[in-house]
T-cell receptor, first 112, second 117 residues
């Protein structure tokens, strides 16, 4: 899960490996979640979302898994590339469209 | 997805002054939001910019410090008033649009990096 505080969790992987980034949320009523990627000097970029009526959703090279029982969310990146290096945030969309509550973020570093 | 621009992209300001940040979207959107991202930290919602009415502020943020305007469906401003060094952050606008029949995905602008000296 993501830590709270000034020091972001880090994940270092080799190019070509699969990456898994985890996130815990607190609101059991939340029904919408989003993963964002933020590169240095840029705004967060939408990656993939999932609703609570699903436990898995796949995109291009990415998969999001949702475990509502333990309030846990994960982002899997297949065949990680150096361009995937960034800070990854999960966001909890609550029960209605609008306000997002962001997790603390995970720094992903991909080594060539 | 919507294309969002912000002005200025960065600024260095003296304490006690105010800065107005602009957010422009290339299409009409239903909802616009303003976030703050302090150095090395995550994003915190400041307020929801409501078109034609006063913004809705989150706990810890007040209108006198962060006045917001939203005169139409494509534009909003955030003012950081009477700045102090603690206001040094990245300020981001985001939008939520149902125009494409989507699910309410939120997209972010590039951010405004503010340094207060």
């Amino acid at each position: 899960g993501e830590s709270v505080g000034l020091h972001l969790p880090t994940l270092s992987v080799q190019e070509g490996d699969n990456s898994i980034i985890n996130c815990a949320y607190s609101n059991s009523a939340s029904d919408y979640f989003i993963w964002y990627k933020q590169e240095s000097g840029k705004g967060p970029q939408f990656i993939i979302d999932i609703r609570s009526n699903m436990d898995k959703r796949q995109g291009q090279r990415v998969t999001v898994l949702l475990n509502k029982t333990v309030k846990h969310l994960s982002l899997q990146i297949a065949a990680t590339q150096p361009g995937d290096s960034a800070v990854y945030f999960c966001a909890d969309g609550g029960t209605s469209y609008g306000k997002l509550t962001f997790g603390q973020g995970t720094i992903l570093t991909v080594h060539p | 997805s919507a294309v969002i621009s912000q002005k200025p992209s960065r600024d260095i300001c003296q304490r006690g002054t105010s800065l107005t940040i602009q957010c422009q979207v290339d299409s009409q959107v239903t909802m616009m939001f303003w976030y703050r991202q302090q150095p090395g930290q995550s994003l915190t919602l400041i307020a929801t910019a409501n078109q034609g009415s006063e913004a809705t502020y989150e706990s810890g943020f007040v209108i006198d410090k962060f006045p917001i305007s939203r005169p139409n469906l494509t534009f909003s401003t955030l003012t950081v008033s009477n700045m102090s060094p603690e206001d040094s952050s990245i300020y981001l606008c985001s939008v939520e649009s149902f125009m494409t029949g989507g699910s309410g995905e939120q997209y972010f602008g590039p951010g405004t990096r503010l340094t207060v000296t």
